[in-house]
């Protein structure tokens, strides 16, 4: 078939009428997803973006000028490793899964639903963006992880359609039926139904939320179900872009604001508002909601479902191979529980319903990483009075929607302190972005389509893509 050899892929695509037909009935209701709920306008632009043509580590990637509409999302599984075995949980040491496990059916394909679903939905979340890219570089930086979020969904489907049968094809028709925000049918995860209005949101939903992405699919990247090891190995080469945007769309944010400092003689709030810049405290006020809606994606601190993936086999932990017990039965973890009093108590509960904490931890170190590359900025652009304006991650317990944190009564300041519900309703314009804060977000998301120009709110990149300079045509009519 034509349209499938328009498929570049490594899972001898052609070889399988069957899955062929499934695609080909998928495709044309892909593109029409794309065409309304894809980035708004554009469509008819030459981007230039990086379309994966191989898993080969040294060229994976081809860079040109392609239309979003035709850009080739591929199918592309890592390669598989001879000999490889389940690498923890109840089956450890036994060979791999190349068909699915009829035992864990059903606990397969939620997950592969879950993660699938997170991919349209963060499309759908950043469709209006184009319209105010702070330059041409960050425009094409915005489609380019749209092109690739929809080849996750790809990658997904693909699963769906090769290993579930009809209730695979069903859950893939459904994956393009939720819509992000919609009350009636609404994407699974909480941090996909939300809004992405403006790019300092884009920047935090790069850094934290695509973060969320690296870590739930090392995770699965450790799956006895082979494809799906295979399939999330090769999309975390992707997603170290979607991080890089974000991670350093937030180190330019930053940089900039201190260069207006600089010029203002003033680290005041208000100076660097005259002269059109993100003051650090409402930088601050982002991190806090976009970390904290990012650390629910990995769920309840304590979890039977968690416990249950990593017994079957299905999901481990970040880079398994560096732990010494791959059963997870003995051990507990240690954590702070909320009690009815309003205070904590420590808790030991057993490892294996600890697993999404496991997750968490790591997640939060990675996260704490960045936030001390963007300190160092503010620190070597401020000297002495860089103290006052650090940037920090609140507490794990602050602002949770999944967990024990989230148990009704109970409410966290930024430190992780338990505070009562109006204490917090006083202080969330302190603590989270407020309605004067998003309006004067907005005031300064004019679009900036010039080549080499970019927003006074925000510093130029170190460098262009793929060896093209700052003011390479990135986006051309
Ligand atoms: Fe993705
Ligand atoms: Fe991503």
């Not at 819509?179 to 209005?197: C, H, K, T, Y």
């Not at 739930?216 to 450790?222: G, I, M, R």
Request: hydrophobic content about 35%; overall charge negative.
């Amino acid at each position: 078939m034509e349209q499938m050899d328009k498929i570049p892929n490594n899972v001898n695509l052609s070889s399988d009428r069957r899955l062929q037909r499934a695609l080909e009935q998928w495709m044309p209701n892909y593109l029409a997803w794309w065409r309304q709920m894809g980035p708004d306008g554009f469509q008819e632009h030459e981007v230039y973006l990086r379309t994966a043509v191989s898993v080969d580590p040294d060229g994976w990637a081809h860079f040109d000028y392609v239309k979003m509409p035709e850009y080739r999302w591929g199918i592309f599984l890592a390669p598989p490793e001879p000999g490889r075995t389940i690498g923890f949980g109840d089956h450890v040491g036994q060979p791999v899964w190349q068909e699915v496990p009829g035992e864990y059916r059903n606990m397969l394909r939620r997950i592969i639903v879950t993660q699938g679903d997170t991919e349209p939905a963060s499309v759908e979340q950043q469709r209006m963006l184009g319209h105010t890219a702070p330059s041409l570089y960050d425009l094409r930086n915005l489609f380019q992880v749209n092109v690739e979020e929809g080849r996750h969904l790809w990658a997904m489907v693909y699963l769906l359609h090769s290993y579930f049968g009809k209730d695979g094809r069903e859950e893939a028709e459904a994956l393009l039926e939720r819509r992000s925000g919609d009350p009636d049918r609404p994407r699974i995860l909480g941090a996909f139904n939300q809004p992405v209005e403006n790019w300092l949101d884009f920047f935090m939903f790069t850094m934290f939320t695509d973060r969320d992405g690296k870590f739930q699919l090392y995770a699965l990247s450790e799956s006895g179900f082979d494809p799906l090891s295979r399939t999330c190995k090769f999309m975390l080469t992707e997603e170290a872009h979607h991080m890089f945007v974000g991670e350093t769309g937030i180190a330019r944010v930053v940089e900039r604001t201190c260069q207006l400092m600089q010029q203002a003689r003033s680290t005041d709030e208000e100076a660097v508002r005259r002269l059109g810049g993100i003051p650090l405290p409402m930088v601050q006020r982002y991190i806090n909601l976009w970390f904290s809606l990012s650390e629910d994606l990995f769920g309840g601190e304590i979890s039977s479902n968690a416990a249950d993936f990593f017994a079957a086999g299905l999901k481990g932990r970040y880079k398994e191979g560096t732990y010494q017990d791959h059963v997870a039965l003995e051990g507990t973890y240690r954590m702070e529980v909320p009690t009815a009093e309003g205070g904590l108590r420590t808790e030991e509960v057993p490892l294996r319903t600890a697993m999404n904490e496991v997750l968490r931890d790591q997640y939060i170190e990675d996260c704490q990483r960045a936030v001390d590359k963007w300190n160092r900025i503010i620190e070597r652009s401020l000297g002495a009075a860089a103290a006052e304006q650090l940037l920090r991650l609140p507490h794990r317990r602050f602002h949770r929607h999944i967990g024990l944190y989230a148990m009704p009564g109970h409410h966290f300041d930024p430190e992780g302190r338990p505070i009562d519900a109006a204490t917090f309703a006083r202080k969330r314009d302190q603590w989270l972005p407020s309605q004067s804060d998003r309006a004067y977000i907005q005031s300064l998301m004019t679009p900036v389509y010039g080549r080499g120009q970019i927003a006074n709110w925000l510093a130029p990149p170190a460098r262009g893509i793929q060896g093209r300079p700052f003011d390479f045509e990135y986006v051309r009519r």
